[in-house]
């Protein structure tokens, strides 16, 4: 047995012995709030265990192993329903932000400490009304006011800000020199005065993003994390952490083993929809697929083991799976028939088809569209020249609006 | 028939568009998701009020004596606006089967009501995924009907049901009053459509064909369904069409509208592909009633437009970015509908199956 089997076998057990506790029965009818309670306490559990942090640096509460453990581990997390994604925002990207760029070590290790036990959870202040694709475009801004900086405006989609301590965030700190180099990033404490969050419910029925409105939010110049007109590349290197963070061929919808099941299950047109034709192209397509994916997904975590860079090829997963997973739900709709229409708005998107589709045009929106990942491999990684741009170059104060 | 629209029928298109745009907005939509057994009233009293019930039956019959592309104009726009309660597609295929399959006594005793809209009226071959199973799982015996027709749409409401079943040795298509029925609403993706499962426990019922005349004229019933759904599907993927365009038009990013980019621009002009070659199935098909090819026009119209209203919801929404899911803006509402007409006549799957069946020379 490889290390890596021995680490396998010793998480699987641990995760195990914790699904009673808070696995996905463990949860069924529970409230949002004491669904995330038994997340906090959950979290605890992880990191008292040795399995919070399971790459970040020791000197920070973490377990200072390698990427190969964390994905290890997270796959197999996946299979019992924990109720993890309250933190998946907060441990994903704005908290390893703060360990890299965060400029008091004593504050940035009680921070990282606190959100690593689930007892703080971070949220990423990015998106804008008029700035979503375009994140250079935002407007919320901020302004010196004594040794500090006075923030004004609105942020929009910011997941889980209404359960947020603290987040990160990109403003406008000068308006006259082209769009993104004009941003600074800052942190901001969530319950400062004129902090506003107001949720939005989403289409599938559920609300865990928000509005958040800056009202004369007042902060020290401690809180900046990047040098003043630099925030844009340290949003990019956000942006960046994100790549690996979430992988799941699966489009972080049902394994396709559910799908077989179904088509076993259930008659079509006189016989078992397995023998159909049909069927099994789309089995046979989706597994090809996926297998792809995760193919990938191995090779890069080898490399990063290896100390090499990963291939930008990592960034099809979101795009490939989601998509794909999209039109497998409704197909899996068709399959189900009249009996498909029962529906229930609490069941896993990892479970349940329906659940399954009403959720999945998110998944190709949030985190980066389509269109925008389509475009970076275009122009990035195939050297494509860029679009037309007419905001190129041109102060962000006069960009018609 | 013709399949140019001539001047009346031009006129039955932009009145219902009328009527509808000033009576329906998502904002009375939305409730109903959130409401088991609720469906929109004023839409179904708009209906009997403009006499959309009894447009495509004869006049014999109190109808007037309009047809299959009348209707089809007018579940166009009802799909534009999401409108649907789902009657008037299954009220419509009640009343069909009734005068094409029923004896005089049973044309008497439920066909006024029917076009009325006093009537409602439910089909219920499906068992399961099998919109036309070869052994239904509601049985008839001694002319009663026995076991439990599942998600049946517009079940909760209805008064009359059209169902098939399996009678002694062969199918049956049977007529049941659904007065003495258990009815269990069933919570789903599109609360509207008041889906419901039907016992019958002894329920009644009377017979209108028997054997392979029975899965023949379900079949024919099926599509005629099939044809007024496609329309409503076909309206629905146009409407998105238009919101998506309006919104490329006026959502900027990068300093220009997102329409300019080419992703957004063809995602769009793909849409009118896909609405056209459903709308021009639609009419073909309305325009073929009664022909021999009607089954093969049939499954053309739906194939075609499943895809349309599928691939619209999803195109539209993802047009939107973040603003598309959310519950508010109410693209999700079409997506919703989307799937559920996609369902209800028989999925893709069934009218592929058909279709090819046809083609081959083969009986469905
Ligand atoms: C569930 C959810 C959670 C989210 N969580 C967060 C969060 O925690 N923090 C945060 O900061 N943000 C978050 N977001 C925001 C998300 O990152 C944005 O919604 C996303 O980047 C798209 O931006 P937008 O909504 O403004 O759409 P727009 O940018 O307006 O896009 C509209 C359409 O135009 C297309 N488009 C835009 N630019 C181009 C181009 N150059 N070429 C081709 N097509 C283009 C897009 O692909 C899209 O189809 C979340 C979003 C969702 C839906």
């Known amino acids: ?44 559990a992880k990191f008292d265990a040795g399995y919070a942090g399971i790459n970040w640096p020791t000197e920070y509460g973490g377990q200072g192993l390698s990427h190969l453990e964390k994905v290890t581990f997270d796959a197999e997390e996946m299979k019992h329903g924990f109720p993890s994604f309250y933190f998946g925002i907060s441990l994903g990207m704005p908290v390893p932000v703060l360990m890299q760029f965060g400029s008091d070590k004593e504050f940035v290790k009680e921070r990282v400490l606190k959100a690593l036990q689930g007892e703080e959870i971070w949220c990423q202040l990015f998106s804008e009304p008029s700035g979503g694709s375009d994140l250079a475009g935002l407007r919320t801004k901020a302004e010196p006011e004594g040794n500090g900086w006075k923030i004004n405006g609105q942020k929009v989609w910011t997941s889980w800000a209404h359960y947020s301590d603290y987040g990160v965030i990109v403003v406008r700190t000068d308006p006259t020199v082209a769009k993104h180099k004009g941003l600074t990033y800052f942190w901001v404490d969530m319950k400062a005065p004129g902090v506003t969050v107001r949720p939005i419910k989403l289409a599938g029925g559920d609300s865990h ?24 590349a340290v949003a990019i290197a956000t942006l960046m952490i994100e790549r690996y963070v ?98 229930d708005e609490h069941a896993s998107q990892k479970e349940d088809w329906a659940s399954s589709w009403i959720n999945a045009p998110t998944g190709r929106i949030a985190g980066g569209s389509d269109e925008t990942l389509l475009n970076t491999i275009a122009e990035k990684v195939l050297g494509l020249p860029q679009d037309h741009r007419p905001d190129k170059g041109i102060p962000f104060n006069q960009i018609p609006a | 028939m013709t399949i140019l629209y001539d001047e009346g029928q031009q006129a039955i298109a932009t009145e219902s568009r009328r009527v509808l745009e000033a009576r329906v907005d998502k904002d009375a939509l939305l409730p109903l998701l959130e409401a088991v057994g609720e469906y929109h009233r004023p839409f179904w009293d708009t209906a009997k009020e403009q006499g959309w019930t009894a447009l495509a039956l004869p006049e014999a019959e109190g109808g007037l004596g309009l047809g299959l592309i009348e209707l089809g104009l007018i579940a166009h726009q009802a799909g534009r606006s999401i409108s649907g309660a789902p009657f008037l597609t299954s009220g419509f295929g009640a009343a069909k089967a009734i005068e094409l399959f029923g004896s005089d006594a049973q044309k008497a005793r439920w066909l006024p009501g029917l076009a009325s809209g006093e009537t409602i009226g439910a089909i219920a071959f499906a068992a399961g995924p099998d919109a036309l199973p070869a052994r239904p799982d509601v049985t008839f015996t001694d002319d009663k009907l026995d076991g439990t027709a599942r998600g049946v749409s517009g079940g909760l409401a209805a008064d009359v049901a059209i169902v098939f079943a399996n009678g002694p040795g062969m199918p049956v298509l049977a007529l049941a009053d659904l007065a003495g029925t258990q009815r269990s609403a069933i919570p789903s993706f599109d609360n509207s459509r008041l889906i419901a499962d039907i016992g019958f426990i002894g329920t009644p019922a009377e017979t209108l064909a028997v054997g392979g005349a029975a899965r023949d004229a379900a079949l024919h019933i099926l599509a005629l369904q099939a044809v007024v759904t496609a329309h409503e599907q076909t309206g629905g993927a146009e409407a998105l069409m238009e919101i998506a365009r309006d919104y490329a038009l006026t959502r900027k990013a990068f ?93 893709s799957l069934f009218w592929e199956d058909v279709l090819v069946d046809q083609l081959a020379g083969e009986a469905a």
């Open chain 1, 209 to 232: 993003v928000n509005e958040v409105f800056f009202d004369d939010v007042k902060i020290t110049d401690d809180h900046r994390m990047s040098p003043v007109g630099g925030g844009f």
């Open chain 1, 246 to 343: 979430a992988t799941d061929s699966a489009g972080f919808g049902p394994h396709l083993d559910l799908f077989v099941e179904l088509a076993k299950d259930v008659q079509l047109n006189g016989r078992p929809a397995i023998e159909d034709g049909r069927i099994r192209q789309q089995i046979a397509r989706n597994h090809a697929m996926r297998a792809g994916l995760d193919s990938i997904n191995v090779r890069a975590r080898l490399m990063m083991q290896a100390g090499m860079m990963p291939g930008p090829e990592g960034s099809l997963n979101k795009l490939v799976a989601v998509r794909s997973r999209q039109k497998l739900s409704e197909l899996a709709l068709d399959l189900q028939g009249h009996d498909g229409f029962l529906f």
């Open chain 1, 1 to 44: 047995m490889s290390d890596l089997d021995a680490y396998r076998a010793k998480a699987s057990a641990w995760l195990q012995s914790m699904a009673p506790t808070f696995g996905r029965d463990a949860r069924k009818g529970l409230s949002e709030a004491d669904d995330l309670a038994l997340g906090r306490r959950y979290q605890k």
């Open chain 2, 255 to 347: 300093g220009q509208p997102i329409g300019a980019f080419q992703s957004v621009k063809h995602r769009i002009a793909e849409l009118y592909g896909l609405v056209e070659l459903a709308r021009a199935n639609c009419i073909h098909a309305a325009a073929r009633e009664g022909a021999a090819d009607f089954i093969t026009a049939a499954a053309a119209a739906r194939l075609s437009a499943t895809e349309a209203y599928d691939t619209a919801a999803r195109d539209c929404i993802q047009i939107h970015g973040g603003i598309g899911v959310t519950w508010e803006i109410g693209l999700h509402l079409h997506m919703r509908r989307a799937r559920s007409l996609a369902i209800e006549q028989g999925s």
